[in-house]
């Protein structure tokens, strides 16, 4: 069964750094476009990260140079390594293939707080 399934999130101090992880299986990894993608609290869904097969990576003007997106295509798994964090960064964190309607995980849920 193909999936995904995020994990590294949690609580945060600003200016901290996480990194999140995105294990696939069941699916050609390697050669899939990735996103990360991040929603708040009443707020609607944003592409944060895009990482191509090529590893040619793009960024949400929000996150750029504190954000930074990798694959370890021989572990089949995906990264979001987020430094300088800021409270505005608090949200559920997807990763997800490109393609519609592609593989989605459960989240993971990431919180940058004093």
């Known amino acids: 069964q193909a999936q995904v399934v995020e994990s590294g999130g949690g609580l945060v101090q600003p200016g901290g750094s996480l990194r999140l992880s995105c294990a696939a299986s069941g699916i050609a990894f390697s050669y899939y476009t990735m996103h990360w993608h991040r929603q708040a609290p009443g707020k609607q869904r944003e592409l944060v990260a895009t990482?191509?097969?090529?590893?040619?990576?793009n960024y949400a003007d929000s996150v750029k140079g504190r954000f930074t997106v990798s694959r370890d295509n021989a572990k089949n798994t995906l990264y979001l390594q987020m430094n300088s964090l800021k409270p505005e960064d608090t949200a559920v964190y997807y990763c997800?293939?490109?393609?519609?309607?592609?593989?989605w995980g459960q989240g993971t849920q990431v919180t940058v707080s004093s």
């Open positions: 997800n293939t490109a393609g519609s309607p592609g593989y």
């Open positions: 990482i191509t097969d090529a590893r040619t990576t």
